[in-house]
């Protein structure tokens, strides 16, 4: 023990104060108390939102395998393509975009990443056509993934230039009726 540890110990009795005031030692309580339910209700909060997630991953998940063209959830699964999960981002992103609205007049401003998005439907066409006839085979699997990849990133593409049209839409707004956006 040193010499501050002894001089605290030896004079413990004079440094302790004769009278606590009940204000201070109450806010102190209070103050711990609103510590504890702020950690609680931040928990609650955080366990509310993992149910909610993962309910709504269950939906998606449900609802994206009644909507897939046919043949495709099989092809994946049989050549376990699913663990990348861009049927989910596919289905997810083609979603948010059906909710999305353009002016009728810009909506030719869309057209030719629309005619993508369906000529890349008619490549996965292809790809299902090929490995009917052909078997699966590795390069097939690299397209395929390559596929998924560019359709997300078109969709990403369609969904900034919604965004993009719509803010100058709310700048300079036009007469033109707003209609939805056809996937």
Do not use: C
């Not at 596919?90 to 993508?116: E, G, H, R, Y």
């Amino acid at each position: 023990m040193n010499d501050f540890e002894k001089y605290l110990q030896d004079n413990k009795q004079k440094l302790e104060p004769d009278h606590i005031d009940q204000r201070v030692w109450l806010s102190i309580e209070n103050e711990i108390l609103r510590a504890k339910n702020k950690r609680i209700k931040l928990f609650v909060k955080a366990l509310a939102a993992g149910i909610l997630l993962l309910i709504g991953s269950y939906a998606l998940h449900s609802y994206h395998h009644q909507n897939l063209p046919p043949g495709e959830e099989r092809i994946l699964a049989e050549y376990d393509l699913t663990k990348y999960e861009f049927t989910q981002q596919v289905s997810f992103k083609k979603q948010a975009l059906l909710k999305a609205t353009v002016p009728q007049d810009k909506i030719d401003d869309l057209q030719i990443l629309l005619q993508q998005l369906e000529f890349m439907d008619g490549q996965f066409q292809d790809y299902r056509l090929y490995i009917e006839e052909n078997g699966y085979q590795e390069f097939i699997g690299d397209q395929i993934l390559n596929f998924y990849k560019s359709k997300i990133e078109l969709l990403d593409k369609i969904q900034k230039e919604v965004e993009k049209i719509n803010y100058y839409e709310k700048l300079q707004p036009s007469s033109s009726k707003a209609v939805d956006i056809e996937i």
